[in-house]
């Protein structure tokens, strides 16, 4: 009977997307995966775009990105709380950001050498722990460990560096790009979902309460792990050559110049978000609006940036990824200097936030795009996470300097007219990449054809 019941729900699974998941021991008999547990292999078959897998690993997305993207409207509560300037949460998040980035190779690399799911779920475990620490810090070095070191390595574990590569794994080789595309799309739908949520809580239970309730919802990414066990088998000769261990791919890539141009284009991008995303509700505030209007700016940013991470990702599979770079970063220099020199109101505030969430992540799919097309699949968790570490830097010092030069001038304008200087910089630097795939993949991709 076992064996008849396989049979006939294997076909409903597989054409519906469920494949993946169907407890049956014998399903690989009659369908192109077999069972989630014991099986042998998940991701050597491509799985479509729209199937159950990937739909979990975008929600995934938009929870971590989410409950990231919702800090920085408790800089105003936490630092009123603890009877601090604004410098000492900024510090907090701007650890966030550094340790984001400090764990991520180290998050990348577990889940190339022991597959993603361990990545996830001890990072979602570090995420939630983080939150709750952070609503029961009793002093400045609690704030820093909760808010800081915990969620950051949190975050690094169940964010962008482990996922995306994941999920290029999944797709096909023609569908990478805009898997990229949709998983980047995701978090933003979690920016833009999750923020107003978050803001709510704070303004009917208080920034206590909220961050307990944000730390039981991050417990959610463990169960949707899933879709990841096993992948670890299914990345054995991703790149059709001989084996290449992960000193020698760090070595390829630390000896290749136009991997450092990346990784130092993807610092300002981080600079930039970072900024905006935890110092754009005080500045708002500062300047007189409503705290509505700064979550309504954001939820903008997160909105459009669905539509502009989704363009990036088609876009970058069908042109170039260095020229589109390009474009993203000088875009952002003009419309800063546009958002600088008119005079703030609602309509350029929300005029700034569409703008610039059609730009926001559309840096992603092109950038981790061409980790993968320099140098294979099968260390691009390891190598995205290096270039991840720039962006975080990055973020860690506009962050932290965001909120040390208000303390110390009372204006945020040095830093807003700073992240338009490096974005032109930044869009100069992309115009000199190579992105073509190095020597070594280049020869096994003619002796595969």
Known sequence: MKSIYCAIFAHIYEFSGLDEFIPC????RYSRVSTYIGYENPVTQPKRL???????????????FGLRSSMGFFMKPV??????????FAFSLALQNLFWGLSQPIAGAVADRYGSVKAIVGGALLYSAGLYVTANAGSIWE???GAGILLGMGIAGTGFGVVLPAMARMVAPEKRAFALGLGTAAGSAG?????PVARSFIESYGWHVALIIMAAGALLMILLAIPFAGDAAGKRNLDHGPAQTLKEALKEASSHIHYWLLVAGFFVCGFQLAFITVHMPAYLSDQGFDSSVAATSLALIGLFNIIGSLGSGYLSGIHSMKWLLVYNYAGRALILVLFLVFPISTFSIYAFS????LLWLATVPPTSGLVAQMFGL?????????????HQIGSFIGVWLGGY??????????????????????AIIHVFIDERPVARMRLNQAEAS
């Open 354 to 357: 569409i703008t610039t969430g």
């Open 50 to 64: 729209f199937s159950l897998a990937i739909i979990l690993a975008c929600v995934l997305l938009a929870i971590n």
């Open 25 to 28: 021991q014998h399903l690989n």
């Open 378 to 390: 099968r260390y691009m968790g390891t190598l995205y996470g290096i270039v991840f570490l720039s």
């Open 191 to 195: 920016q833009f979902l999750l923020i």
């Open 143 to 145: 704030l820093h460990t």
């Open 79 to 88: 630092s009123e709380a603890f009877g601090y300037g604004r410098e000492i």
């Open 405 to 426: 030069l208000f303390d110390t001038t009372g204006s945020y304008n040095v830093v807003w007219w700073a992240t338009a200087i490096i974005a032109t910089i930044t």
